[in-house]
């Protein structure tokens, strides 16, 4: 029996013509974004429209498993669309960085409010482009839909961190950690060691360092973020080739990373932040565009997952913070590569 056709199939009638004629998945593909796109729009509207945000951004977050744009009935993936699915040219996008500068108020509730009003822009900004991915064959626009909701997505992990009550218990989070992560990859390699593959090192030394690692939720945290020591490779790829001026070309980790994201399933382990913990993460920098703001991102990932890595007494609200950081960053420097 054919599928009762809906408006995520006129939709995908739309999105289609974006796509290159005799790219494989082509149909499937714009499928996916159209669904992608009609999940997102009603919470994006919520948030434009000057709502309450706490429910919308929680349905946003939901759609990030969406946003790789993978299906196993044949939809490619968006790293696969990106490299060979669009005929496009780089965008020269004036979205900010949502990110950088959370932590700059200094109390938690300015820092909400900060992270509210910029969910709210993001949301502005992926509505004005989806309506014109719908009206006319434009892979640019479609490509800015994406890039939007990506960063708006971003927010929306950002966001239980500040509006949770404040775990008292919270405790102190690691040094930075991304040049020792980038020292040991370094290490590695020389020695033959695959990075990659040393999950099962890094659960049993984070088990035997952090009391944390017993929570009952610990398991489904850890299943969802082993893949970041591959993550890790592809940050430093991608922030190395930034800072010569290129883009590296290996996207599906970083697609992958942001597909797979299920906080859901650690509920119990997420809670408020303190405020410094927002500054430490989210300072207050200049602002960068393309490549700058690429590798400035992939350095913030790499730092995340530098901490994990090196974890030692580490609250179960420091391990979900870090996460939800990782998730951010990673999705802010995917929506840069959309644009590159």
Same mark, same amino acid.
């Given at each position: 029996?054919?599928?009762?056709?809906?408006?995520?199939?006129?939709?995908?009638?739309?999105?289609?013509?974006?796509?290159?004629?005799?790219?494989?998945?082509?149909?499937?593909?714009?499928?996916?974004?159209?669904?992608?796109?009609?999940?997102?729009?009603?919470?994006?509207?919520?948030?434009?429209?000057?709502?309450?945000?706490?429910?919308?951004?929680?349905?946003?977050?939901?759609?990030?498993?969406?946003?790789?744009?993978?299906?196993?009935?044949?939809?490619?993936?968006?790293?696969?669309?990106?490299?060979?699915?669009?005929?496009?040219?780089?965008?020269?996008?004036?979205?900010?960085?949502?990110?950088?500068?959370?932590?700059?108020?200094?109390?938690?509730?300015?820092?909400?409010?900060?992270?509210?009003?910029?969910?709210?822009?993001?949301?502005?900004?992926?509505?004005?482009?989806?309506?014109?991915?719908?009206?006319?064959?434009?892979?640019?626009?479609?490509?800015?839909?994406?890039?939007?909701?990506?960063?708006?997505?971003?927010?929306?992990?950002?966001?239980? =961190?500040?509006?949770?009550?404040?775990?008292?218990?919270?405790?102190?989070?690691?040094?930075?950690?991304?040049?020792?992560?980038?020292?040991?990859?370094?290490?590695?390699?020389?020695?033959?060691?695959?990075?990659?593959?040393?999950?099962?090192?890094?659960?049993?030394? =984070?088990?035997?360092?952090?009391?944390?690692?017993?929570?009952?939720?610990?398991?489904?945290?850890?299943?969802?973020?082993?893949?970041?020591?591959?993550?890790?490779?592809?940050?430093?790829?991608?922030?190395?080739?930034?800072?010569?001026?290129?883009?590296?070309?290996?996207?599906?980790?970083?697609?992958?990373?942001?597909?797979?994201?299920?906080?859901?399933?650690?509920?119990?382990?997420?809670?408020?932040?303190?405020?410094?913990?927002?500054?430490?993460?989210?300072?207050?920098?200049?602002?960068?565009?393309?490549?700058?703001?690429?590798?400035?991102?992939?350095?913030?990932? =790499?730092?995340?997952?530098?901490?994990?890595?090196?974890?030692?007494?580490?609250?179960?609200?420091?391990?979900?913070?870090?996460?939800?950081?990782?998730?951010?960053?990673?999705?802010?420097?995917?929506?840069?590569?959309?644009?590159?």
């Amino acid at each position: 029996m054919a599928e009762e056709r809906g408006p995520q199939h006129d939709l995908a009638d739309a999105l289609v013509k974006a796509l290159r004629e005799g790219f494989p998945g082509r149909n499937e593909a714009a499928l996916q974004l159209a669904e992608l796109i009609l999940d997102a729009t009603g919470p994006a509207l919520e948030l434009a429209g000057g709502r309450p945000v706490e429910e919308a951004l929680a349905e946003i977050e939901l759609c990030a498993t969406g946003i790789d744009v993978y299906s196993w009935v044949g939809a490619p993936g968006w790293d696969e669309v990106l490299a060979r699915g669009l005929s496009k040219g780089a965008i020269q996008s004036a979205a900010p960085d949502p990110l950088w500068g959370l932590g700059a108020p200094a109390s938690r509730e300015a820092q909400r409010a900060l992270c509210e009003d910029r969910a709210r822009d993001q949301a502005r900004r992926f509505l004005s482009a989806a309506r014109q991915a719908a009206a006319r064959t434009d892979p640019e626009v479609l490509i800015s839909a994406h890039a939007a909701l990506l960063r708006l997505v971003a927010l929306s992990a950002i966001h239980p =961190l500040l509006a949770l009550p404040e775990d008292g218990e919270a405790g102190a989070l690691p040094a930075p950690g991304g040049d020792a992560l980038v020292r040991e990859m370094d290490e590695r390699a020389a020695a033959g060691s695959d990075f990659a593959s040393a999950q099962q090192e890094w659960l049993a030394r =984070l088990q035997a360092d952090n009391p944390a690692t017993g929570e009952p939720s610990f398991g489904a945290f850890f299943a969802g973020s082993s893949q970041a020591l591959r993550l890790a490779l592809a940050l430093r790829a991608f922030r190395d080739a930034a800072r010569a001026g290129t883009v590296a070309t290996d996207l599906e980790p970083l697609v992958g990373a942001t597909g797979a994201w299920q906080p859901v399933r650690w509920k119990e382990m997420r809670k408020g932040i303190p405020a410094a913990w927002t500054a430490d993460l989210f300072p207050e920098k200049e602002p960068a565009l393309g490549l700058g703001g690429l590798a400035r991102n992939c350095e913030a990932g =790499l730092d995340a997952i530098g901490r994990l890595w090196a974890a030692k007494s580490l609250s179960a609200t420091g391990f979900s913070a870090l996460a939800c950081d990782l998730f951010a960053r990673s999705a802010c420097a995917l929506a840069i590569v959309d644009e590159l």
